[in-house]
């Protein structure tokens, strides 16, 4: 639910201020007093999205890096106007549905509409050759 501060957003957002143009680099924080610490240390860079205008103002976003599933705002096809990528430790890749038999439909119509959501995926470890 954009509460936390950590993963593989966290260092790339880090990076990404020091090295980057500032100005447009923004992270979702939902929890109000994080926020407010998180500001003090780093500067004005964090948004929320509990609110319509929080919600606006992400949805205007060309870009989006995610963690997991859990993307700013919920919805689908999330992807249409603007490039989303999902930082992924791996894991979810073989579970996202390419590697499992015998899925029920409503779970296969759950991970194509998942799917909508996400323009490229990069992963911290190696590929998976084959699922098992």
């Known amino acids: 639910h954009n509460k936390d501060f950590n993963d593989n957003t966290k260092y790339l957002f880090e990076y990404l201020i020091k090295n980057e143009s500032k100005k447009k680099i923004r992270y979702i924080i939902n929890d109000e007093n994080k926020r407010k610490e998180l500001i003090n240390r780093y500067g004005n860079y964090f948004v929320e999205t509990n609110s319509f205008a929080g919600k606006m103002y992400v949805l205007r976003a060309y870009l989006w890096f995610t963690n997991s599933f859990e993307?700013?705002?919920?919805?689908?096809?999330?992807?249409?106007?603007?490039?989303?990528?999902?930082?992924?430790?791996?894991?979810?890749?073989?579970?996202?549905?390419?590697?499992?038999?015998?899925?029920?439909?409503?779970?296969?119509?759950?991970?194509?509409?998942?799917?909508?959501?996400?323009?490229?995926?990069?992963?911290?470890?190696?590929?998976?050759?084959?699922?098992?």
């Open 71 to 132: 993307f700013p705002v919920n919805g689908a096809f999330l992807s249409f106007r603007r490039k989303v990528i999902q930082l992924t430790h791996g894991a979810p890749i073989k579970n996202a549905g390419l590697c499992e038999n015998d899925i029920s439909l409503v779970k296969r119509i759950y991970y194509a509409l998942l799917r909508t959501n996400i323009s490229y995926v990069l992963s911290t470890i190696a590929s998976y050759s084959s699922c098992k």
